[in-house]
């Protein structure tokens, strides 16, 4: 891995972390958390402003010509090809019910490739990191995509938001079942996608993310073996887009039926 990367990549995982254990302590005192309501189902509180300024102060005050984008600051420009995309807390609606399924999303792009991410569940302590090909790891365990692919014989995982098409969410989960699957949702895209490059879940889809919640996660699934959706990252940096993720030999008929639910 080139120094420039490599050094990267160390404070991505460093920030991951240490943004986490802040969130751990915003976690602890729900009563009093400070809790707005940016839109539809779409929650931002103290918590992820805070998390969020700790990984920009860090990144700014190492790499200053770098560009940044975030969930709830938006996109500070750089001055060269590198940028960082961060969720400070993908998870939200669960994180202030007090649900233990939330997790820190860093993202690094250059030249409009994701080229590493890094997804940290803090109730788990455990790390999940990706680098464009050398794989995909949670803690020190190599991951990899479920070695079965049979929709009858594990879990993929739905989500949707305010941005989805109405009824998308409905006839994928009953084509789903229609063809003999079960579905799963946690409420964090992010820390399902870790699933699904893990072998837990057989696949992911949603109609629209943004993307902070998945360019790492997608990553992940990729150099765990998996089978992505191709997309325009330039394109998404700016608009989000369609996610869709399995193991290999579930990928064709996911996304048929993720099509079919978006007629």
């Known amino acids: 891995?080139?120094?420039?990367?490599?050094?990267?990549?160390?404070?991505?995982?460093?920030?991951?972390?240490?943004?986490?254990?802040?969130?751990?302590?915003?976690?602890?005192?729900?009563?009093t958390l400070k809790i707005d309501k940016k839109g539809h189902q779409d929650l931002v509180s103290e918590a992820d402003k805070a998390l969020e300024e700790h990984i920009r102060l860090h990144i700014?005050?190492?790499?200053?010509d770098d560009s940044i984008l975030g969930e709830e600051d938006g996109f500070s420009p750089g001055k060269n090809d590198y940028v960082w995309v961060i969720d400070p807390i993908d998870g939200t609606a669960n994180f202030v019910a007090g649900i233990p399924a939330w997790t820190v999303v860093i993202a690094l792009v250059r030249d409009f490739r994701t080229i590493a991410g890094f997804i940290y569940d803090p109730i788990q302590d455990e790390l999940y990191t990706a680098y464009v090909g050398e794989g995909a790891w949670c803690n020190d365990k190599k991951l990899s995509v479920a070695s079965h692919a049979d929709i009858t014989s594990g879990s993929i995982a739905v989500g949707f938001s305010n941005r989805s098409k109405p009824d998308f969410i409905s006839k994928l989960v009953t084509s789903i079942i229609g063809e003999?699957?079960?579905?799963?949702?946690?409420?964090?895209?992010?820390?399902?996608?870790?699933?699904?490059?893990?072998?837990?879940?057989l696949?992911?889809?949603?109609?629209?993310?943004?993307?902070?919640d998945y360019l790492a996660g997608q990553l992940m699934?990729?150099?765990?073996?998996?089978?992505?959706e191709t997309q325009d990252v330039k394109e998404?940096?700016?608009?989000?887009?369609?996610?869709?993720?399995?193991?290999?030999?579930?990928?064709?008929?996911?996304?048929?039926?993720?099509?079919?639910a978006l007629m």
Not at 203 to 212: I, L, P, Q, R, V
């Open 221 to 228: 699934v990729a150099e765990a073996g998996g089978s992505v």
């Open 60 to 64: 700014t005050d190492a790499f200053p």
């Open 236 to 260: 998404v940096l700016k608009k989000g887009g369609r996610v869709v993720v399995s193991a290999p030999p579930l990928f064709t008929k996911l996304l048929e039926l993720t099509k079919q």
């Open 180 to 201: 003999g699957g079960v579905f799963f949702r946690n409420a964090s895209g992010a820390l399902s996608l870790t699933y699904v490059a893990s072998g837990k879940l």
């Open 1 to 31: 891995m080139e120094i420039s990367k490599s050094k990267r990549c160390e404070l991505a995982r460093k920030m991951a972390r240490s943004a986490g254990m802040l969130g751990m302590t915003y976690f602890g005192r729900l009563e």
């Open 203 to 212: 696949g992911y889809s949603e109609d629209h993310m943004n993307a902070w």
